[in-house]
């Protein structure tokens, strides 16, 4: 066991309060080291076993090109902020993201609160070049900065019973005007993996993105990600990772269980029940421009099809 509960840290190892507000450097120095991990054909990426197969997309001409950052930070989904794209570039910077720690309980050897740079200091961060896929059908390339989800939950050693994990984001309604005027979704926004898809390697806690800390509005501090999922899995700003016997009910499927079901995994064949879900826009792409054939897991299904080699698909959703 490596990292300790805010209780079992002796005084001199607490991370000082000054510490937070440097948290972009340490995030920078840990970068200075970063090796780049998964995604493009690059030789690191092959020197690498665990990424040497990432898919390459689907088109003649596309490599996972990095979508322009300026497009990825203006144009989010943060129900909290707002029901728009626009306008939590604005509102998440009042956001407070210093101090911040994430509280992991339930089925597990080691629960406690832990300091995000705590939980960082134990991690070696990399670049993970993924293709986001949103359910509304459109999608980008993003370059995350971060670590797998299971070398956090490796650390505090899931019991056998653990079959689920929770995630529950921050609660700020002083700041977060929808769930000041509790609209729209039950607040905090929670999600839910099964244990064996947040233990996979291509799950990932990001902190970063394009070399530098996340933006507000893109989840800072920390994030999910799971790239072979709709987007709406990859909850924003956790403060709380639960180890489960059962299944969570997450924000979307409690909203509306018919739309949005816990597995969520892309599916071309699947439609949504309001559109299909067989292609997506480019983020950035004009309207009318040729859009994406969407690929099953959005192109990762050597890494994880055999997850759900005994479901149908077609009810799975
Ligand atoms: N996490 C929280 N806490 N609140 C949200 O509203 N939106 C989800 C997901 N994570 C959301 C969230 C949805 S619908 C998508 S598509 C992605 O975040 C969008 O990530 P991005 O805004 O960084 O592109």
């Not at 794209?85 to 604005?90: F, L, R, V, W």
Request: charged residues 20%; hydrophobic residues 40%; contains cysteine.
């Amino acid at each position: 066991m490596i990292i300790k509960t805010k209780t079992a840290i002796p005084a001199s190892e607490i991370t000082d309060p000054l510490i937070f507000k440097d948290r972009r450097k340490i995030i920078k120095a840990l970068l200075a080291t970063m090796v780049t991990g998964a995604g493009i054909s690059s030789a690191s990426a092959n020197a690498n076993p665990a990424w040497a197969n990432l898919p390459q997309g689907n088109a003649d001409t596309e490599l996972l090109t990095p979508t322009p950052i300026e497009l990825i930070k203006n144009y989010t989904n943060y129900y909290e902020f707002a029901f728009n794209k626009q306008d939590a570039g604005s509102l998440a910077q009042n956001l407070r993201t210093d101090p911040w720690s994430v509280e992991i309980s339930g089925e597990v050897e080691k629960p406690g609160t832990y300091y995000l740079e705590d939980i960082l200091r134990r991690q070696t961060l990399q670049e993970y070049v993924y293709r986001f896929r949103c359910v509304e059908a459109w999608s980008m390339v993003v370059p995350w900065i971060g670590f797998p989800l299971g070398n956090l939950l490796t650390l505090v050693k899931p019991l056998s019973t653990a079959r689920f994990v929770k995630f529950t984001a921050t609660y700020q309604p002083e700041v977060m005007p929808r769930q000041r005027n509790n609209a729209m979704l039950h607040w905090p926004y929670v999600e839910g993996l099964r244990i064996d898809e947040a233990m996979h390697p291509l799950t990932i806690l990001a902190v970063g993105m394009y070399g530098d800390i996340l933006p507000k509005q893109n989840g800072a501090p920390l994030r999910l990600v799971v790239p072979w999922k709709y987007g709406f899995k990859s909850i924003k700003a956790i403060v709380k990772i639960e180890l489960l016997q059962k299944p969570p009910i997450t924000s979307w499927t409690q909203f509306a269980p018919n739309e949005y079901g816990f597995y969520s995994n892309i599916n071309p064949a699947v439609a949504h029940p309001r559109w299909s879900q067989s292609s997506e826009r480019l983020l950035g792409s004009r309207f009318f421009s040729p859009r994406r054939q969407t690929e099953l897991f959005n192109g990762y299904g050597e890494q994880v099809a055999s997850l759900y080699s005994d479901m149908d698909l077609r009810h799975f959703f």
